[in-house]
T-cell receptor, first 118, second 114 residues
Framework: AQTVTQSQPEMSVQEAETVTLSCTYDTSESDYYLFWYKQPPSRQMILVIRQEAYKQQNATENRFSVNFQKAAKSFSLKISDSQLGDAAMYFCAYRRALNTGTASKLTFGTGTRLQVTL | EAQVTQNPRYLITVTGKKLTVTCSQNMNHEYMSWYRQDPGLGLRQIYYSMNVEVTDKGDVPEGYKVSRKEKRNFPLILESPSPNQTSLYFC?????????????FGSGTQLSVL
């Protein structure tokens, strides 16, 4: 079974600085998708960024970028120029690319709570 | 507006009293799913549905039931709730399963079972 590990329960960053959240996963599949979701205090789940395993280029969305290391099964999220609104719980998630029943689920990590200080 | 509507947002009940959490999406999505979120455990899948009348168990299905009689609705039923089902619940949907599409999440239901 696939597992996703986020080893940092909490992180803190100063406003305007850069922070990296780590995520590792375990899978025997070669084709899959990886995601970072943000959950602010409102509890809403917001997709931050996604990466297809077959793509070598790291995904980027404005101030958010990933460092995808397929061989190491690592998928870290870098937030540049941190803002107060970035304070939230961040979840890393994995999804197989096969279109069969249980393959369709997102497997989540346990989350990293990010604090942004002035 | 494309959305997943989940109700209620908060629910307090007592052990053994049957309850239903409703979930409806207006995007004609095939795939729908229920997750529970617990501190230190992240989100875990309870049940999912690939299409109308097609449902299957996720990782933590014990004590829950679902149905998918219409494409838009996917209610979560707790026949006899117990305190260990106190949790934050999310309904989610996507057009198809097993893709890089994002999941659309409902706003969550905080359930407390006394």
């Amino acid at each position: 079974a696939q597992t996703v590990t986020q080893s940092q329960p909490e992180m803190s960053v100063q406003e305007a600085e850069t922070v990296t959240l780590s995520c590792t996963y375990d899978t025997s599949e070669s084709d899959y998708y990886l995601f970072w979701y943000k959950q602010p205090p409102s509890r809403q789940m917001i997709l931050v960024i996604r990466q297809e395993a077959y793509k070598q280029q790291n995904a980027t969305e404005n101030r958010f970028s990933v460092n995808f290391q397929k061989a190491a099964k690592s998928f870290s999220l870098k937030i540049s120029d941190s803002q107060l609104g970035d304070a939230a719980m961040y979840f890393c998630a994995y999804r197989r690319a096969l279109n069969t029943g249980t393959a369709s689920k997102l497997t989540f990590g346990t989350g990293t709570r990010l604090q942004v200080t002035l | 507006e494309a959305q997943v509507t989940q109700n209620p947002r908060y629910l307090i009940t007592v052990t053994g009293k049957k309850l239903t959490v409703t979930c409806s999406q207006n995007m004609n999505h095939e795939y729908m799913s229920w997750y529970r979120q617990d501190p230190g455990l992240g989100l875990r899948q309870i049940y999912y549905s690939m299409n109308v009348e097609v449902t299957d168990k996720g990782d933590v299905p014990e004590g829950y039931k679902v149905s998918r009689k219409e494409k838009r609705n996917f209610p979560l039923i707790l026949e006899s709730p117990s305190p260990n089902q106190t949790s934050l619940y999310f309904c989610a949907s996507s057009l198809r399963p097993a893709t890089n599409e994002k999941l659309f999440f409902g706003s969550g239901t905080q359930l407390s079972v006394l």
